[in-house]
């Protein structure tokens, strides 16, 4: 009696090739660093977006007689500061600002200067001396003085130190994207769509900004640690958001006559800049290493 022939079952269902950002993301979930990095900068930009809904103390609602109360104060429970406001209500409201100023500089930033570099990349010739000259120039100055000097020019103000802070910004995202773009340009696929008879736009459009724009987008991330320094610097020094707008740049500046006092309290709007600029930075250097497909 014959055996009869078993054949091995297949699996009949192709598997579904990931794309390229699912296999990104797939890589930030495998990170904990990452992870938490992330789950720390989503619960700041959460409390300050639903501060009102809390139940804080009003943030700009003072008491003379309740000044600089230390931490674990009942009704207080980060103290007070100078004109006895209650802290833990300023510093998530202080979030708003803070976050606002630090993160938008660098999404106007990015598309201005993704744009810039982009055209500058691709069309080269003058057009490309043109633009990368007038970048050099902003490069002739340190960013903290450059951000200083232009802000200090256009008067204190939340708009005056987002003008300043996307002007100080743009020339490294453009420096990139003309980089990233020069490289792109030599592809044999960019030559393939030009023999089609592909004006410049297309080719731009379609095959272009597509393979640039991750790099670029990269680079912007690992911006939004400095930018947010910067912002608080501003406010620390006086040319950024006016008194009494809760921001932590301008709390750490108004704190500092309490340094003696209550030195913990005084700490607090620094601790929270440190934090999130800290927690921004390894998001940024987790994001890159994703997308590192190479390695």
């Known amino acids: 009696m014959a055996l009869a022939e078993t054949e091995p079952m297949t699996d ?6 990931q794309s390229y950002w699912a296999g990104v993301g797939a ?7 990452s992870m938490i990095c992330l789950a720390v900068v989503l619960l700041l930009i959460l409390s300050a977006i639903f501060a009102p809904y809390i139940g804080l103390p009003d943030p700009y609602k003072g008491s003379m007689i309740a000044r600089l109360k230390p931490l674990g104060t009942e009704g207080h429970l980060l103290g007070t500061d100078e004109q006895g406001r209650d ?8 979030g708003r600002l803070t976050l606002f100023i630090g993160l938008m500089p660098v999404v106007f930033a990015f598309f201005i200067g993704s744009a810039l570099g982009i055209v500058a990349g ?11 000259r007038i970048v050099d120039v902003f490069f002739a100055f340190p960013s903290v003085l450059l951000a200083i000097a232009i802000s200090g020019a256009l008067g204190a103000g939340i708009v005056n130190s987002l003008v ?17 773009t020069s490289g792109v340009r030599a592809l044999d696929y960019i030559d393939a769509a030009r023999a089609t008879g592909a004006n410049a736009l297309t080719v731009i459009r379609v095959h272009v900004i597509g393979n640039v724009l991750s790099p670029i987008f990269v680079y912007a991330t690992s911006l939004t640690s400095v930018c947010m320094i910067l912002a608080a610097g501003l406010s620390f020094l ?24 209550n030195p913990w309290l005084s700490a607090l709007p620094g601790v929270m800049i440190f934090v999130t600029s800290l927690c921004l930075n390894l998001l940024s250097d987790g994001l890159r290493s994703a997308m590192n497909v190479r390695d």
Do not use: C, H, Q
């Open 12 to 17: 009949t269902k192709a598997a579904k090739p």
């Open 27 to 33: 890589r930030v979930v495998r990170d904990p660093v």
């Open 87 to 94: 802290m833990l209500a300023r510093l998530i409201y202080g």
């Open 122 to 132: 691709y069309v080269g010739g003058m057009t490309n001396t043109i633009i990368m």
């Open 164 to 180: 300043s802070l996307t002007i100080v910004f743009i020339p490294p995202i453009t420096r990139v994207a003309e980089a990233v």
């Open 238 to 261: 006086g040319i950024g958001v006016r008194p009494p707008e809760p921001e932590w740049g301008l709390m750490l500046n108004t704190l500092r006559s309490a340094i003696y006092i």
